[in-house]
Structure formats: C-alpha cells, structure tokens
C-alpha cells in the first residue's frame, strides 16, 4: 500500500483491489474516500495512514526527551 501525501492533513493512498486507482484519506476528519469507510466508518487505507502518522508523531515527541537525556 502506497501513502502518497496530497493536501494539507491528506493523503492518496493506493488500491489494492482495483489498479490505478486512488483514495482520498484525510487525517483531520479521520474519513477515506472508498467503499469500505462508507459501509463500516474504517477502512486500511484510514488505519494506515493513522500508523503512519502515530508513528511520526511519536518520533517527533522521542527527540526532545533524548536531547534532555543527553544533556543530563
Ligand atoms: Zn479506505
């Protein structure tokens, strides 16, 4: 699966099921453009871009507690 990001708080990630094809996750509204989301409200484009993201975030927090540690 491809995140590709798109707008601000948006993020294109590709289809597994139909080539080519995109949809449209937006991390601010948690929504995802296909099918799935719609019938269920959760998709794996939606969970998968919220991994991606968490994951980030959490990079970006474990900084400056090292530095911290560093310093001493
Ligand atoms: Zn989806």
């Known amino acids: 699966m491809k995140i590709t990001p798109h707008d ?39 969970r998968a871009v919220l991994l991606t993201k968490t994951n980030l975030a959490e990079r970006l927090r474990s900084r400056p507690a090292m530095t911290v540690a560093l310093i001493a």
Not at 25 to 44: H, I, K
């Open 8 to 46: 601000l708080g948006t993020f294109l990630v590709s289809s597994r099921s139909r080539r080519g094809q995109y949809h449209i996750v937006d991390m601010r509204e948690a929504t995802c453009s296909c099918e799935a989301f719609a019938t269920r409200g959760t998709c794996r484009h939606l």
